[in-house]
């Protein structure tokens, strides 16, 4: 047992233990993160390199232009395209086959890899892949309950922002009254949506060590975030603002590169970045039950207990 990262901890110290941790399981992670998750986004990035949203919709404009006749008619017939749209279209569907059949084996594999070294257990990425396998299934139907729940809630968020600007405009308020009433709205529309990201952030942690999947492991999660709201958003904030940052800098570096290299370290940036966040969501986790559940005074009393007997 890592008695640093079983007791509670602040801010400041999960983020030092984050990289404390991958650093010292980086073979590991790297092998679901890197091997198995970077590989397939690769792929799907270079496969949809002509066909990205802003290009697409860029293309758009460019096409309308291009087809407008003297008569300032459209002649969709003898311009449009179809194969862009199709492959466009091809390409959002593999992302999204590779958010629910690949993203739940590559995060699963790696909070598992987290809750178990702060428990003082260290084995070889081999052994963490077995374990993980198993629960490929219900992983992925954790990943498909998030999926559900996260657009219920920005759906009702954006409806009630869009009720509220509606509502403002239908008292007659106009141009600088408008934006400044509706300030407060927007901040709390975007507090809703980084209040949602850190609550799903803690769903795998709850489903992988507490056995509880599927919509069981989200009411969960929301039972934990709740108890530490401010802490889950101001970790989630500063993490991804750190790896955010980051990417950022590394992608600029790259920018020179031909496109199918360029693809490639893009996505393995991703796969090598993108872990920080699960490990201090993760340590997050436990630092919650410790602090507001007694964690790991259990963990003690159980050790006690397996020692007299």
């Known amino acids: 047992m890592h008695n640093n990262l079983l007791k509670p901890m602040s801010v400041g110290t999960i983020i ?3 990289f404390r941790l991958y650093r010292n399981n980086f073979l590991s992670v790297i092998l679901f993160s890197l091997l198995i998750g ?39 017939t003898e311009n449009y395209t179809a194969p862009s749209l199709s ?33 003082g257990i260290k084995e070889t990425a081999g052994v963490w ?57 927007a901040l709390a529309f975007l507090l809703g949506l980084i209040a949602l990201l850190a609550f799903i952030a803690l769903v795998y942690p709850a489903a992988v060590q507490e056995n509880l999947y599927g919509f069981k492991s989200i009411g969960r999660a929301w039972n934990l ?6 802490k889950t958003i101001g970790l989630v904030v500063l993490v991804y603002l750190i790896t955010s940052i980051v990417t950022v800098v590394l992608s600029m570096a790259i920018a020179f590169l031909p496109w199918v290299a360029m693809y490639i ?15 201090a969501i993760t340590l997050l986790y436990l630092d919650i039950r410790m602090t507001k559940e007694g964690y790991d005074l259990q963990l003690r009393a159980e050790s006690v207990e397996y020692d007299t007997n």
């Open 87 to 119: 492959k466009y279209l091809l390409s959002m569907l593999l992302s999204l086959l590779n958010m629910i059949l690949v993203m739940p084996f590559v995060s699963g594999g790696i909070v598992f890899i987290t809750l178990a070294y702060a428990h």
């Open 38 to 76: 970077g590989s397939i986004t690769a792929a799907i990035s270079m496969f949809s390199r002509d066909a990205q949203l802003f290009g697409y919709f860029s293309s758009v404009f460019d096409m309308m232009k291009e087809i407008t006749t003297e008569d300032g008619l459209y002649n969709f």
């Open 265 to 279: 370290a893009d996505a393995a940036i991703g796969a090598l970045i993108s872990p920080v966040a699960l490990i």
């Open 225 to 230: 975030f709740r108890r530490k709201f401010w």
């Open 16 to 18: 030092d233990q984050t």
């Open 129 to 185: 892949f077995s374990q993980v396998r198993p629960l490929y299934g219900k992983l992925i139907a954790t990943m498909l309950a998030m999926i559900f729940a996260s657009s219920i809630i920005v759906s009702l968020l954006f409806t009630a922002f869009m009720i509220i600007v509606a509502l403002v405009i239908a008292f007659g308020v106009q141009n600088t009254w408008l934006f400044l009433i509706l300030i407060p709205f």
